[in-house]
């Protein structure tokens, strides 16, 4: 382009030419009329491109750009004959930055625009966003010079006018209440102003922070010290912790598990805690956003109790002690009458690893069990221990009496029908105080001898025995009968007694062995009398004391036969039991020469005679096995004076008693 320079040929002479151009001071041949051109401008940061409409007969124009409106020279002038030209390296002031203006020439005729203000374009502001769940903070960085900013927010780059919009001299904006759609959530923009001038940051997307949904599924898998727990995947969650308390109501994480972008979070190092042993929730994140799941518990299993068993027991009591179990808060122990628990349990729940049940029955069988508790959890029952608790040592008074019923014994004897001498008898057997009553002769129907014994029931009956028992004193476990010579048709009978108050149980024993002298009865009563030895061995499997107390038509006078012997007194003895009367005779009391036995010269068979037969021979006996003691013996006679009997008689036998000390049981597996 033609510079004025060129064209005038020195600088003065080119801006006094300008000017006298631009202002009409030149004076020039009149000429035709030519019209103004219209300058406009658009604008940058830092050039101004002017343009006019070309002017009808224009032959050149000359561009004139000054700083302020009283400026008489241009800052930089020219002439062109383009319609439009680009100011380059320009810089804004406060107010108005730049003056335009353009003349056009037609030969010497010539028209001047007016003047045209150039306001540079200030910078865009750069824009920054960060965003919640329905918040979204925009900041911008400051534009020299600007006095305001236009804030715009819109849903979609279509969008012509702002969903929310104002103007502000800040630099940052937070708008709130915001909501998700799908696509892109809001655009914003924001334009700088100084002066008229403004420029409009580029739109910036806005995403909203998706808030996570709650972690639903939770399982958990519960080893003795750990703790795996799983759960389903969250739709917009980004990462998980789960948060451990040991409160069911507890407000704040006890522990926290790392941060995971899996599903899975495994807890160690755990042990019980009194009540729920833990409670979790797992907790799911979006960036700052958080859902927490519903809160689950477990318990830690509890472990098996290797071992109980008794540490001790008196008659009425029992004390347990097992080994502790894994986890076990407390212990759930029970004690019953029956193997498998079905019925008669008492319970106990106990912290420890030792207790003691009291007021159960003793001599009776208890089971007992335990396992650990860690509630709700409760461990397996595996082993079960079994006692029978030891009893106290009881007395009893025992009577054996040959009552010669259902009418056999022989009118010529001076022995009375039975009918008559039944209440009698009865009187003689009851004087005693015995609770235990052992008979022989006494026939089921015919005798009926417990008729008349009131508070007695019959144990066992066979061949005219029968054996009572008083039952307030003892109750009845079991009894039987003994078959001792089929041949020969000779019996027992047997009850196994538990004596209530103490719980000692013990065995009384009903023969009627063979009568009449001789060596050949005599091998028969001694062969009976082991063979019932040997039948109450078997079925005394609890080893308990036994009381042998009947006829067993056998004494010391036996052996004035021809090879006659007391083979019963020899069968007892060889088997290490006692008899009651030697026992009781050689116990010391003080001067009397037969200690505690009493009426020792009467013969236990009256015979029906008036006048006593005192050769000491006892037809009738008591014999114990060596755990009893003897505390007394005797000879129930019943007597009109020293020396006669009273009569009529109740029986052809005397009643024979003995004060029995019966061992109580230890403790037994």
């Known amino acids: 382009m033609?510079?004025?320079r060129h064209a005038f040929g020195a600088p003065a002479l080119v801006v006094a030419t300008v000017i006298a151009l631009l202002t009409g001071a030149m004076t020039t041949p009149a000429a035709a009329a030519v019209p103004a051109p219209r300058p406009t401008v658009s604008t940058t940061q830092d050039a101004a491109t002017v343009s006019w409409p070309a002017v009808k007969g224009a032959d050149r124009y000359a561009v004139c750009l000054v700083r302020n409106v009283g400026d008489s020279s241009c800052t930089e002038g020219f002439f062109t004959?383009?319609?439009?030209?680009?100011?380059?390296?320009?810089?804004?002031?406060?107010?108005?930055?730049?003056?335009?203006?353009?003349?056009?020439?037609?030969?010497?005729?010539?028209?001047?625009?007016?003047?045209?203000?150039?306001?540079?374009?200030?910078?865009?502001?750069?824009?920054?966003?960060?965003?919640?769940?329905?918040?979204?903070?925009?900041?911008?960085?400051?534009?020299?010079d600007a006095d305001r900013y236009a804030v715009c927010l819109v849903r979609s780059l279509a969008q012509t006018s702002c969903t929310e919009g104002f103007f502000t001299t800040k630099t940052s904006h937070t708008f709130t209440k915001l909501t998700p759609v799908d696509g892109t959530d809001y655009h914003v923009h924001v334009r700088?102003?100084?002066?008229?001038?403004?420029?409009?940051?580029?739109?910036?997307?806005?995403?909203?922070?998706?808030?996570?949904?709650?972690?639903?599924?939770?399982?958990?898998a519960v080893k003795s010290s750990s703790a795996t727990i799983t759960w389903k995947a969250a739709k917009n969650a980004t990462s998980y912790d789960v948060c451990v308390m040991t409160f069911v109501k507890a407000t704040a994480c006890e522990q926290v598990t790392p941060r995971t972008t899996g599903t899975t979070a495994t807890l160690?190092?755990?042990?019980?805690?009194?009540?729920?042993?833990?409670?979790?929730?797992?907790?799911?994140?979006?960036?700052?956003?958080?859902?927490?799941?519903?809160?689950?518990?477990?318990?830690?299993?509890?472990?098996?109790?290797?071992?109980?068993?008794?540490?001790?027991?008196?008659p009425t009591s029992l004390t347990l002690i097992w080994k502790a179990a894994t986890n076990a808060e407390t212990y759930v122990v029970d004690v019953s009458t029956k193997k498998d628990f079905s019925s008669g349990v008492r319970t106990q729940q106990v912290a420890g690893t030792r207790t003691t049940f009291t007021g159960l029955a003793p001599g009776v069988r208890y089971y007992a069990r335990t396992r650990g508790d860690n509630a709700p959890v409760k461990g397996a029952v595996r082993g079960v221990t079994t006692r029978i608790l030891p009893t106290s040592d009881v007395d009893v008074r025992v009577v054996t009496y040959n009552l010669c019923g259902q009418d056999k014994c022989r009118s010529s004897s001076g022995i009375g029908s039975w009918k008559s001498r039944k209440s009698r008898a009865a009187a003689a057997v009851l004087g005693t105080g015995a609770s235990v009553i052992s008979t022989q002769e006494s026939g089921d129907k015919d005798t009926n001898f417990g008729s008349v014994l009131p508070g007695f029931r019959r144990a066992a009956y066979i061949s005219a025995k029968s054996l009572f028992y008083k039952t307030s004193v003892y109750n009845l476990n079991r009894s039987g009968t003994l078959t001792l010579?089929?041949?020969?048709?000779?019996?027992?009978?047997?009850?196994?007694?538990?004596?209530?108050?103490?719980?000692?149980?013990?065995?009384?024993?009903?023969?009627?062995?063979?009568?009449?002298?001789?060596?050949?009865?005599?091998?028969?009563?001694?062969a009976q009398t082991r063979r019932m030895l040997s039948l109450v061995g078997a079925l005394n499997t609890r080893d308990l004391p036994v009381v042998y107390a009947g006829d067993v038509n056998s004494n010391k006078n036996n052996a004035k036969y021809a090879g006659g012997y007391d083979g019963v007194r020899k069968a007892f003895l060889a088997a290490d039991h006692v008899d009651s009367f030697d026992r009781a005779r050689a116990a010391d009391n003080g001067d009397r020469a037969d200690g505690h036995a009493y009426n020792v010269l009467f013969n236990s068979s009256n015979q029906g005679q008036v006048v006593p037969i005192k050769n000491g021979d006892h037809v009738d006996a008591i014999y114990t096995t060596p755990d009893v003691t003897s505390r007394t013996w005797k000879v129930v006679v019943d007597l009109a004076s020293a020396n006669r009997y009273r009569t009529p008689f109740a029986s052809d036998h005397n009643p024979l008693t003995a004060y029995l000390g019966i061992p109580g049981q230890t403790q037994k597996p």
């Open 485 to 526: 010579d089929a041949d020969r048709r000779r019996y027992a009978v047997w009850a196994e007694l538990v004596e209530k108050s103490s719980g000692t149980p013990f065995i009384v024993v009903d023969p009627h062995l063979e009568p009449y002298k001789g060596k050949t009865n005599d091998d028969r009563r001694y």
């Open 2 to 4: 033609p510079s004025l």
């Open 268 to 314: 160690t190092g755990l042990s019980p805690n009194l009540g729920t042993d833990y409670v979790y929730m797992v907790r799911a994140y979006r960036g700052d956003a958080r859902a927490d799941s519903a809160r689950a518990r477990f318990d830690l299993p509890v472990g098996d109790v290797a071992w109980i068993t008794f540490e001790s027991s008196t």
């Open 81 to 144: 004959t383009k319609t439009s030209h680009t100011f380059t390296k320009l810089t804004p002031v406060a107010g108005t930055d730049y003056l335009v203006h353009v003349r056009a020439y037609d030969g010497s005729a010539s028209a001047a625009s007016p003047r045209v203000a150039i306001d540079l374009r200030p910078a865009a502001p750069k824009v920054s966003v960060s965003t919640g769940t329905d918040t979204a903070a925009v900041s911008w960085t400051a534009i020299p």
């Open 192 to 220: 700088a102003y100084v002066g008229k001038a403004s420029a409009a940051s580029p739109r910036t997307p806005i995403e909203l922070t998706l808030k996570p949904e709650a972690p639903t599924g939770l399982k958990h």
